[in-house]
C-alpha cells in the first residue's frame, strides 16, 4: 500500500507560519475524505482539521479555529495545512490521514486507513 508523506514541518518562533503538505505518490486525493492530527510529548494523538471530497467542507478542532487551514490543491494531488500564528502548544508531530469512508475529528486515527509517517513543527517562545 502506497503511504503518504507528509513534509513541510520545521521550527519557527511563536507567532509565525508554516504550511504542511502532504501526497500519497501516483496517486490523486480527490476521493478521500483527508485529516490532520497532531501528537504532542507525552500527549494523546489528537484530530485537528478535516476537508470532506465532495464540496469540501472542512472541520476544526476548537483550539486551531480561525488559525488554521486544511485545503487540497485543484488537480486534488496535494493535502495542505496553512498554520498561522503559531504558538508553542502547537508544538506536535502532525501526521495526514484519508479514508474512502465519511470521516470526522472523533474518528481516532488508527480508524484512518491511510495514514503517514508524520513531520515535526516545533514552535519556540
Known amino acids: 500500500q502506497v503511504p503518504l508523506v507528509e513534509s513541510g514541518g520545521g521550527s519557527v518562533q511563536a507567532g509565525g507560519s508554516l504550511r504542511l503538505s502532504c501526497t500519497k505518490s501516483g496517486y490523486t486525493l480527490g476521493p478521500y475524505f483527508m485529516a490532520w492530527f497532531r501528537q504532542a510529548p507525552g500527549k494523546e494523538r489528537e484530530g485537528v482539521a478535516t476537508?470532506?471530497?465532495?464540496?469540501?467542507?472542512?472541520t476544526y478542532a476548537d483550539s486551531v479555529k480561525g488559525r488554521f487551514t486544511i485545503s487540497k490543491d485543484s488537480d486534488k494531488k496535494t493535502l495542505y495545512l496553512q498554520m498561522t500564528n503559531l504558538k508553542p502548544e502547537d508544538t506536535a508531530v502532525y501526521y495526514c490521514?484519508?479514508?474512502?469512508?465519511?470521516?470526522?475529528?472523533?474518528?481516532?486515527?488508527?480508524?484512518?486507513?491511510?495514514r503517514g509517517q508524520g513531520t515535526q513543527v516545533t514552535v519556540s517562545s
Open positions: 476537508i470532506d471530497p465532495p464540496g469540501g467542507a472542512t
Open positions: 490521514a484519508g479514508s474512502l469512508y465519511s470521516r470526522g475529528l472523533e474518528s481516532s486515527y488508527p480508524h484512518w486507513g491511510q
